[in-house]
């Protein structure tokens, strides 16, 4: 049975945090023993959902783990696909979505754990665009990055019977919600729980929303991947990361502001005033407990990948092919 995220209280959320967390504060390293090189992809710039592998970095705990890491930013889900599929990272964070349609292709990658539940796709307008319901979009220009959301979208749009001819797909990059600021589309592809920040302080004061998952598109979220290589030379890194990871989301989660400015030291064109608010909306759409996956998220997508995605034979492989729980923390 899936679990209702929304539901469940920012309290109760944190105390299972503190559960999984507190186990692990000190791993114990022989001096002789060399630390493990590491290389962490992220999927764009750093935000709010980035924040508790910065603050791991930072605060230790990798290096707890025995993990000498990096934490690099990225170009889009599809970009950090690429990356891990050729081996480029040793782990790399990218919209599930993405992940599936990857190893569906072929890449030899597999999702080790969720981050977010729901990272809320969707198409982010102004009010007076007038795109409350898939109908809306049909002779509107819609500005995309070509990465994860825009991967979504045609899916979005046969889900609901809406002529991709009818719609006009604005490749902007980086500059997509720029582009709905400056009058050059009508709506952007983009994340709820990020990109609304951005575009209110792009002068925007009530951007909206037209979501994917109130529309016949399977409700998921980012994951953290890695190569199989990794998985068949050392398993083990995999689970001292975990590890690490759940430790950051326990510190970010204590002092949003303090975490912001620890990501803002590393990565200072990131604005703090955003991280806080997009962290705010973030803490109640982490799963308890951290990093579990829903085996019928994973079905969801794989199926939609076959039906949408040109790639039909997916149905038929095995969800074990996609993700697995085996490197979280038992208790």
């Not at 977010?116 to 109908?135: D, F, T, Y």
């Not at 979504?152 to 019977?161: G, R, T, V, W």
């Not at 797909?169 to 400056?182: I, W």
């Not at 109640?284 to 829903?294: A, C, R």
């Amino acid at each position: 049975m899936r679990v209702n995220f929304r539901k469940i209280g920012f309290v109760g959320s944190l105390l299972i945090i503190l559960g999984l967390t507190f186990f692990s504060q000190q791993v114990f390293v022989s001096n002789a023993q060399a630390a493990d090189k590491a290389s962490m992809r992220l999927h764009w710039k750093a935000s709010g959902m980035h924040v508790p592998f910065i603050v791991a970095m930072d605060q230790g705990y990798f290096k707890a783990e025995n993990i000498d890491i990096t934490v690099k930013e990225g170009a889009g889900s599809t970009a950090t696909v690429k990356l891990m599929g050729a081996n480029k990272d040793t782990f790399g964070m990218a919209g599930t979505n993405v992940i599936v349609k990857g190893v569906a292709r072929g890449m030899p990658i597999i999702q080790v754990a969720v981050v977010e539940a729901s990272k809320r796709q969707g198409v982010l307008s102004k009010p007076e665009a007038g795109i409350q319901s898939p109908k809306d979009l049909i002779g509107k220009t819609i500005a995309g990055s070509g990465s994860g959301t825009s991967d979504i979208f045609n899916a979005f749009l046969s889900a609901n019977n809406i002529p991709v001819d009818k719609v006009t797909y604005l490749a902007a990059g980086r500059a997509r919600l720029e582009a709905v600021a400056a009058g050059r589309a009508d709506g952007s592809l983009g994340l709820g729980l990020d990109d609304i920040v951005r575009l209110k302080g792009m002068g925007i004061a009530s951007p909206q929303l037209l979501e994917f998952g109130k529309w016949g598109v399977p409700d998921h979220g980012d994951g953290i991947i890695t190569n199989l290589d990794t998985v068949k030379n050392n398993p083990d890194l995999i689970r001292r990361f975990i590890r690490a990871y759940i430790r950051g989301v326990n510190y970010t989660f204590m002092d949003f502001e303090r975490a912001a400015d620890i990501t803002k030291k590393h990565f200072p064109m990131a604005k703090k005033e955003h991280l806080v608010v997009q962290l705010t909306n973030l803490k109640w759409l982490f799963p308890p407990p951290l990093g579990y996956q829903e085996p019928d998220v994973i079905e969801a997508v794989r199926d939609m990948t076959a039906k949408y995605g040109g790639i039909p034979g997916a149905k038929d492989m095995p969800l074990s092919k996609f993700y697995t729980n085996e490197f979280l923390p038992k208790n």
